[in-house]
């Protein structure tokens, strides 16, 4: 084990202390919201689980949130920064890297290592343009999507070349670890959506996405609970990804501890249910002129025209209900309604992720007046 991989994992014994006592805060803060259908109000002795910083040490984080990421609080420098957009399946992804072809971005994606675009055996990061009739979408030779991928575009030193705006991931922990150091730190922006809604989408989106590797044909005809009883493998999914357990492994009080403190202290989080205002506050944070001609036509384009969506239909896409040029992300399906058996199993086998989902609500609703700050004193430099 390298000296970097020994250090990832050490915590101090005052770090474990204070995390034993964060965790029976958690306890006794939850407890009767885990007993009534989750639901955790926004009342001050609900709000978040910001009583737990006197008793996190933050060398309870692990060390790519400690030291390979810059703080939420910090003005932006996007000149020294690096992106790194997580996405979460169901969530609103695909929508958000649609959206950032259209406004310019070189980005690392699954497509950068496409063995026909003849670049994936490049020893060296390079720029190009995939395809003829679009000239703006421009990537780089990587594929940021699986482990592998990662691990050559650290070899390949991605993020110090300086050649990539934003990075797309789903897998969060393994990524920022290995793309990034203290030299070359990033900033991490992720779309959340309520977690029983991403599963029921995902249920029914891997039924017919032949494209996707993870395609499920056989849960065709398969009823919502028993597929949530017996073959749902992704249960506390966010919760899981954040710390860097395995999907098989189980999750426990501990690592929402710690899911919360990473989201609260280095994401910039937004909502899919309000999609159009996220992307505007992380333009903000970008530096990307989300005012100019191209940023009010990309906007437009992705926000702006409404498809119809029947009452009793989801359209499980992650557009929510606006329309983008790419629809094999889009697949209307049966809504399940809150409060149905259905949803409660679903939110029961996810309660580390619904607590943490509406955790996140909560910081969203609070980095509004943060972002806009960034956004004013880049006026008034800009002006000055």
Known sequence: MTNRETSRYQVSPLSIAGLFVAASIVIVLISNEHHHNLSITASPERRSLSALDPYLDSNALPTWAQHYLVDVNERPNPSVETALFWHIPKSGGTTAKRLYECLGQTLANRLGADPRFGHDQDDEIVVFHPFATAPDIKFVNVDTTTKQGILRAAKLGLVASGKVDMIFSSDVNFATDHLFDPAHKGRIFALFRNPVDRSISKFYYL????????????WVGMSIMEWASNHNLDENFIVKKIVGKKLSEEADIGDLVIAKEIVRRRFFV????????????FNIVLGLDHMGERGQLCMEQYFHSKDTVGVNMDTGSDEGKTKATNNMNSNPHPKVLE???EYNLLAERNYLDMILYKYITLVYAEQKSLIDSFSTFAMDKNAG
Not at 207 to 218: D, G, I, L
């Open 339 to 341: 409060g149905s058996l």
């Open 207 to 218: 039924q017919s996405a032949t494209w996707e590797r993870t395609f499920r044909p056989e």
């Open 270 to 281: 937004g909502l899919m249910n309000n999609m159009e205002e996220s992307i505007r506050r």
